[in-house]
């Protein structure tokens, strides 16, 4: 079946520039995450969706950053006045967990690279 | 605070089986063993979880020792597109909702 799929696959854009990444989830998957990956680096949290509950925000690093997610669906990861230190690949997963429940696997999409120049 | 001990590279060479052993001698009795890997450029990608019993599935098998400080990645039969970066983490199984991944181990497959 579809898995997780982003778009753009890459981005460039300009320091100063608001950028929206997108993040199409497994249909059905109640959980939504994103993460961070710097060059050689391991994952950074920033921000997950349960349901209809209020999003966990704890790893956004900056009020410059946002997410949405609509109809339980489709989420949009928004960076407001991009700064170099914010070039990255942005990573999407999806799971099955329920709010409340046990950990469940989550399953990422290929992700976006951003490179802020 | 790393919760697991990997090695940082292996070597491995083609058609033969790849064993990547993971050390997480600080596990609780509620934590999950998982492995994801990284192929480069792409994201990370789920391979099998376990608590306590072995487990295998169409990727690969997991070995978990008897104290649980311990497991090993098998992939038996290794080909070229499992070069990847292969991560190990231990998840409480309440957990909150991240995932945290360390170093991992490089895995080259050679022909």
């Known amino acids: 079946g579809a898995g997780v799929s982003q778009s753009p696959s890459n981005k460039v854009t300009e320091k100063g520039k608001d950028v929206e990444l997108r993040c199409d989830p497994i249909s059905g998957h109640t959980a939504l995450y994103w993460y961070r990956q710097s060059l050689g680096q391991g994952l950074e949290f920033l921000i997950y969706?349960?349901?209809?509950?209020?999003?966990?925000k704890s790893g956004l690093p900056s009020d410059r950053f946002s997410a949405e997610r609509t109809g339980g669906s489709v989420s949009t990861l928004t960076i407001q006045r991009t700064q170099q230190e914010d070039s990255a690949v942005y990573l999407c997963?999806?799971?099955?967990?329920?709010?409340?429940?046990?950990?469940?696997?989550?399953?990422f999409g290929p992700g976006t690279r951003l490179t802020v120049l | 605070d790393a919760k697991t001990t990997q090695p940082p590279s292996m070597d491995c060479a083609e058609g033969r089986a790849a064993n990547l052993p993971c050390n997480h001698s600080t596990i609780s009795g509620n934590e999950y063993v998982y492995w994801y890997r990284q192929i480069h450029s792409q994201g990370p990608q789920y391979i099998i979880h376990?608590?306590?019993n072995n487990e295998t599935n169409e990727m690969a098998s997991l070995i978990i020792t008897e104290d649980r400080k311990s497991s090993t990645l098998i992939l038996p039969h290794a080909t070229l597109r499992d070069t990847a970066v292969y991560y190990c983490i231990v998840i409480p199984y309440n957990a909150g909702n991240m995932l945290t991944f360390g170093g991992g181990t490089r895995l080259m497959v050679k022909p």
């Open positions: 997963a999806s799971s099955a967990r329920l709010a409340g429940g046990p950990l469940d696997t989550q399953y």
């Open positions: 969706f349960q349901g209809n509950s209020a999003p966990d």
């Open positions: 376990g608590l306590k």
